[in-house]
């Protein structure tokens, strides 16, 4: 998966048959939407800049369409920290039906073979979730964003080509079995970066011997936004046609707040400067890790990495406004 990133407007937000005369705007921030179903993670994005008239964004992670939940959307110089949201951990609440393989290990897929469904205890599935727990190596679906020689595997398998997908090696924190309805198993899965919850549905079906598709999925969180509210298009549309600009203006979180996880460096005026030069900065004690760096008017300057030898350097500059 990777950052979308738009730069040209596609036009302006429609409320009505006239365009909104308000010109695009150089904002910064982060947007957590709610994505409903049935549209991709750039289609919603482009409808979200549209409504705050957001001149750049990009989004931390694609949903399929058929997926719902938490999408962290970057604005402005917050896109420049999308690939580090992009890597966090998420979790979500999916939803399995047994006995149906389909092409894409999802409801959107075409059915390849239906199974019956063995008897099944709790001990038994269980023992199929075991399997799939900790750092694994999972194969991917080929109908997936990944890239071949710059072409998504998706558009290659939708072409009619013969794809064949790496392995893979992802970190599953937790999966656990919350409802076990007949041929329905709901789950709770805490995961790193690059996992592919259709892929767990799929393995999970053929541990349990009748195969299985991933039916609904819900991403509930995305790492630091465990608790932090998020907002349907259709709720920031109806505010805004309603109060106005400002009123979803307000919703939009500071850039730092996608870096809430982080420590924090804060730098005096000259060693501030010296980091605007791009020139490392000595003397950083206490960490040795990936950190925010502040000037001591509380501005978020960088996004910066201190090493062994106490030695502070700029991984993303930023130039947000004073």
């Excluded at 239906?114 to 599935?125: F, G, N, Q």
């Excluded at 999966?175 to 790193?192: A, I, P, S, T």
Aim: net charge neutral.
């Amino acid at each position: 998966m990777q950052c979308a990133t738009a730069t040209e407007p596609a036009g302006a937000f429609r409320m009505s048959k006239k365009k909104d005369p308000t010109p695009w705007r150089d904002i910064h921030g982060i947007v957590l939407l709610d994505k409903s179903a049935g549209i991709s993670s750039n289609q919603a994005l482009q409808k979200a800049r549209r409504l705050f008239l957001a001149a750049k964004g990009g989004h931390t992670g694609s949903l399929d369409p058929m997926a719902t939940g938490l999408l962290p959307l970057c604005f402005g110089e917050a896109t420049k920290i999308a690939g580090y949201l992009l890597g966090a951990a998420k979790a979500y609440r999916a939803t399995v039906q047994l006995g149906v393989t389909t092409t894409t290990a999802d409801a959107d897929g075409d059915v390849v073979v239906r199974r019956p469904v063995p008897p099944l205890d709790p001990l038994r599935i269980e023992a199929a979730l075991a399997r799939l727990r900790g750092r694994i190596v999972q194969v991917p679906p080929v109908y997936s964003a990944i890239k071949l020689d710059g072409v998504p595997l998706y558009k290659r398998a939708r072409d009619g080509e013969e794809v064949s997908v790496a392995p893979r090696e992802v970190e599953v924190f937790r999966l656990d079995l919350l409802r076990h309805g007949g041929e329905v198993l709901e789950l709770e899965v805490e995961c790193g970066s690059g996992t592919y919850v259709r892929s767990l549905a799929r393995d999970l079906g053929e541990a349990l011997g009748c195969g299985a598709h991933l039916a609904a999925l819900r991403r509930t969180w995305v790492e630091p936004f465990r608790d932090a509210t998020a907002h349907t298009l259709e709720e920031l549309e109806r505010l805004l046609l309603s109060e106005g600009r400002e009123a979803i203006d307000v919703l939009m979180l500071d850039t730092d707040a996608g870096l809430a996880a982080l420590p924090k460096v804060v730098l005096d005026a000259a060693r501030a400067a010296r980091l605007g030069l791009g020139q490392p900065v000595p003397g950083i004690h206490g960490i040795v890790e990936l950190c925010r760096v502040h000037d001591t008017g509380g501005r978020l300057l960088a996004l910066g990495e201190v090493d062994a030898f106490g030695v502070l350097r700029v991984r993303r500059g930023l130039n947000l406004p004073a």
